[in-house]
């Protein structure tokens, strides 16, 4: 069974870059047409998806973040990373890792998530 | 403000059925994307429940069942289970933002 896992630190400062990693367990993040994504949950946006990678590295982020995200891959750990730059109180949240799934029609859904971070911005 | 509108919370008592309503617009729900609903439990891995509109993944219990029409879906929850007391969330796309969008929540209490 997948199991993904979120890691990082769960204190950052304004104006620094937040980095999680997302390891994966029980699957390989290389399997054919797999994409990867985060996701965040706050107070004051709900469920805010933040971007995705395939496992040819390419990546897709969200219009309203895309100046600040950066994910990449890492095939030797089976794991993959976020890291999103100048943040600020309003970037306070949990931050979930998942993996998506395609139904028949070609929309995406997320089928398999971690269990979520907690990271705090503050100073 | 979510993109796509779902009741605050609702309630029901043991072994009844409850419905939560997901309203979207045009660009997203109504232009035919699916609508994908997920389980938000206490300490635990949020959980796909439904997805395209009315499938359920495997090992998903048959008490959970989705659906949609027009600019709307929902969930339905029959034969209430304690267990079941959590947080409830649509899901779908959104071609005018080109963006996945969420359901503000709707928090299920087990009466």
């Known amino acids: 069974q997948l199991q993904l896992q979120e890691s990082g630190p769960g204190l950052v400062k304004p104006s620094q870059t937040l980095s999680l990693t997302c390891t994966v367990s029980g699957g390989s993040i290389t399997s054919p047409n797999s994409y990867w994504s985060w996701i965040r949950k706050s107070a004051g946006k709900g469920l805010e998806w933040i971007g995705r990678?395939?496992?040819?590295?390419?990546?897709n982020y969200s219009p309203s973040l895309r100046s600040l995200v950066t994910m990449s891959l890492d095939t030797s750990k089976n794991r993959f990373s976020l890291n999103l730059a100048s943040v600020t109180a309003a970037d306070t949240a949990v931050y979930y890792c998942?993996?998506?799934?395609?139904?028949?029609?070609?929309?995406?859904?997320?089928?398999?998530w971690g269990r979520g971070m907690l990271v705090t911005v503050s100073s | 403000q979510s993109v796509l509108t779902q009741p605050p919370s609702v309630s029901g008592a043991p072994g009844q059925r409850v419905t939560i309503s997901c309203t979207g617009t045009s660009s997203n729900i109504g232009a035919g994307y699916g609508v994908h609903w997920y389980q938000f439990l206490p300490g635990t891995a949020p959980k796909l429940l439904i997805y395209a509109n009315s499938n359920r993944p495997s090992g998903v219990a048959d008490r959970f069942s989705g659906s949609k029409s027009g600019t709307s879906a929902s969930l339905t929850i029959s034969g209430l289970q304690a267990g079941d007391e959590g947080d409830y969330f649509c899901q779908s796309y959104d071609s005018r933002l080109v963006n996945w969008v969420f359901g503000g929540g709707t928090m299920l209490t087990v009466l």
């Open positions: 998942a993996r998506e799934g395609v139904d028949d029609f070609g929309d995406y859904y997320f089928e398999s």
């Open positions: 990678l395939d496992t040819g590295g390419g990546t």
